[in-house]
């Protein structure tokens, strides 16, 4: 049974940081690519960034690029995303996916996802 949990989401003010973390477990995490969603009230989730089963290919959309920063540590199953410069536009659930084949849409699995505040 696939199993990613969310952590370290919280409320910031604008233009501080967070990081979140997604652990995995029940799969062969060093193939799949991980992705971060976000959705925020009232609107459809979006895609935020990805990271390729090697770890040498990152994808963001133009709204986060810059700013946040995803990584992941194989041995640990684990994908991070570094959070800067946070804006109240930020604010959502932020959800971690896995998918063996896609990168920015139609991932397989899905966490339960981690509330991100941002106050102005």
């Known amino acids: 049974q696939v199993q990613l949990v969310e952590s370290g989401g919280g409320l910031v003010q604008a233009g501080g940081s967070l990081r979140l973390s997604c652990a995995a477990s029940?799969?062969?995490?060093?193939?799949?690519?991980m992705g971060w969603f976000r959705q925020a009230p009232g609107k459809q989730r979006e895609f935020a960034a990805a990271?390729?089963?090697?770890?040498?290919?990152?994808y963001y959309a133009d709204s986060v690029k810059g700013r946040f920063t995803i990584s992941r540590d194989n041995a640990k199953r684990t994908v991070y995303l570094q959070m800067n410069s946070l804006k109240p536009e930020d604010t959502a659930i932020y959800y971690c996916?896995?998918?063996?084949?896609?990168?920015?849409?139609?991932?397989?699995?899905w966490g339960q996802g981690t509330q991100v505040t941002v106050s102005s």
């Open positions: 996916a896995a998918d063996f084949t896609n990168v920015r849409s139609n991932y397989n699995y």
């Open positions: 029940g799969l062969t995490f060093s193939i799949y690519n």
């Open positions: 990271i390729a089963k090697s770890g040498g290919a990152l």
